[in-house]
């Protein structure tokens, strides 16, 4: 059984860094058939894919626009995980952050999400 | 880029009723790159149907999805109590590579 552990801290000030890792058990994080995604949610933007990584053969990765230049997802090998970075944080960054797995064009696996809020 | 408009925004029922909710799509989406969510409370949003049709493990048969084109919808049979949720269409794409509509709020009559 698939299971996404995630961690990193609930607060963090503007223009600063948030920082979240996704822990993996049962998968690996260079499985060559699914991706390693974050998404986030708030009431003013719903539901938002951030971006993903995945292992074909080499690394690649997928931001979204709306973020791409702020964000960077990066796997882990040696601890099975992989991590959320996104650069100079707003208060419109603060959200609940979920990791998940992409399978087959959906996603079947999901972390319990972290509510980062950012502010001074 | 292309947009997902679910409705009702909520629906009111009571248990054992049929619910009947939809996603329209902005441009034609391939069915195989359709999913829908049930999200409780507190909790992540977890896979009901992929691939417009098709129930994800662990999921009952009075949860079905249909649709092709620009129209997809999320059927559920008969309402049990702990149906009574938000429930949200995905589809995969290009940019952004997933979206997701806004929502359906199922609530009890």
């Known amino acids: 059984q698939v299971q996404l552990q995630q961690s990193g801290p609930g607060l963090v000030k503007p223009s600063q860094t948030l920082s979240l890792t996704c822990a993996i058990s049962g998968d690996s994080v260079s499985s060559n058939t699914v991706a390693w995604n974050w998404i986030r949610q708030s009431p003013s933007r719903g539901l938002e894919w951030l971006g993903r990584?995945?292992?074909?053969?080499?690394?690649?990765?997928d931001y979204a626009i709306s973020v791409k230049g702020r964000i960077t997802i990066n796997p882990d090998t040696s601890k099975n995980q992989f991590s959320l970075q996104l650069n100079s944080v707003t208060p419109e960054d603060t959200a609940v952050y979920y990791c998940?797995?992409?399978?087959?064009?959906?996603?079947?696996?999901w972390g319990k999400g972290t509510t980062v809020t950012v502010s001074s | 880029e292309i947009v997902l408009t679910q409705s009702p925004g909520t629906l009111s029922l009571s248990p054992g009723e049929r619910a009947t909710l939809s996603c329209r799509a902005s441009q034609s989406v391939s069915s195989s790159y359709l999913a829908w969510y049930q999200q409780k409370p507190g909790q992540a949003p977890s896979l009901l149907i992929y691939g417009a049709s098709n129930r994800a493990t662990g999921i009952p048969d009075r949860f079905s999805g249909s649709g092709s084109g620009t129209d997809f919808t999320l059927t559920i049979s008969r309402l049990e109590p702990e149906d009574f949720a938000v429930y949200y269409c995905q589809q995969y794409g290009s940019s952004p590579r997933y979206a997701f509509g806004q929502g359906t709020k199922l609530e009890i009559k």
């Open positions: 990584t995945y292992y074909r053969s080499t690394w690649y990765n």
């Open positions: 998940a797995r992409g399978y087959s064009y959906c996603m079947d696996v």
